[in-house]
């Protein structure tokens, strides 16, 4: 089931399957931004990550001694939750444990997603407890957001990414099974700032990127609409459409994990970039869009 909120500016809407933000739709002419699935590209749309971030060597990690299989980006995104609460200006969905989660991943958990609409701004925030008394809970969490592009004029190459403040990116390698290498290069932008879109970008999958300003806008020279993302609780910036495709959408993803080494199965425990939180104890993290 599908939930909606609306104020003067924005409508969206929210799927209580993965609890993923499947709309948002300006209120004065209609134009909508999150990109709306398509099976020649990619059907999702605004996935939650969570337990894990990207990829599993093998499809799989140990923990404990016993081997779990997870998919890429975890379970949630094809998750019925558990319920959705719509209040004035924000929807809010939950999940806990059920069957399909603790055959992959063997923890109690309460994950709550809210999306609170302020003005032009939809804020993502997601809420892990671990309820358990002696047991660390061991998780990433990310956003996987896709955007239309172009938004509305224009091709896919007459919009780029713009990030507010002059960086020196490093970008993660890749081998062609699309795991980490454990080497990062100099990923120079255009003056320093901007980012210009290709669909060659992605012929090999998506960028990773570390020591990016944590803030980035999607936005064309020929249109007045843009998003901007604000991700300052997140380590690292993912840019992805589908493979080898003349995709017109990009997906701009805030996450505090990354895919597995090539040839290295995880143990849980030691996987590199998660949270490790205490029994009773709760973690937030999340990041803004401002859509114009």
Request: glycine share 8%.
């Amino acid at each position: 089931m599908n939930y909606s909120v609306e104020n003067e500016y924005l409508k969206i809407t929210v799927s209580d399957i993965g609890a993923e933000l499947v709309s948002v739709i300006s209120k004065a002419d209609g134009c909508e931004y999150v990109w709306q699935g398509d099976e020649r590209f990619w059907n999702g749309q605004a996935p939650v990550l969570f337990p894990i971030c990207c990829r599993l060597f093998g499809g799989y990690y140990t923990y404990e001694g016993n081997q779990f299989f997870m998919p890429c980006h975890g379970f949630v995104r094809k998750n019925p939750c558990d319920s959705a609460e719509v209040g004035k200006n924000s929807v809010t969905v939950r999940l806990t444990p059920n069957e399909l989660t603790r055959s992959q991943y063997p923890f109690d958990f309460e994950l709550t997603v809210k999306y609170t609409l302020v003005g032009k701004k939809v804020c993502f925030s997601a809420t892990v407890k671990n309820p358990s008394e002696d047991k660390t809970l061991i998780f990433a969490l990310g956003g996987h957001p896709g955007f239309n592009a172009p938004i509305d004029k224009g091709s896919f190459e007459d919009w780029y990414l713009g990030f507010d403040e002059k960086a020196e990116p490093e970008k993660f390698c890749f081998t062609d099974t699309c795991f980490r290498t454990g080497k990062t290069e100099k990923y120079p932008l255009k003056d320093g700032k901007i980012l210009p879109l290709r669909h060659d970008l992605f012929d090999h999958d998506a960028l990773f990127f570390r020591n990016v300003c944590h803030s980035v806008t999607l936005r064309s020279e020929l249109s007045d609409k843009s998003v901007r993302v604000d991700f300052p609780e997140m380590n690292y910036l993912g840019v992805w459409h589908a493979v080898k495709k003349e995709a017109p959408y990009v997906c701009i993803e805030p996450m505090n994990g990354l895919p597995s080494f090539d040839g290295r199965v995880d143990d849980l425990a030691t996987k590199a970039d998660m949270v490790h939180l205490a029994p009773g104890n709760t973690y937030t993290s999340g990041f803004d869009m401002t859509f114009n």
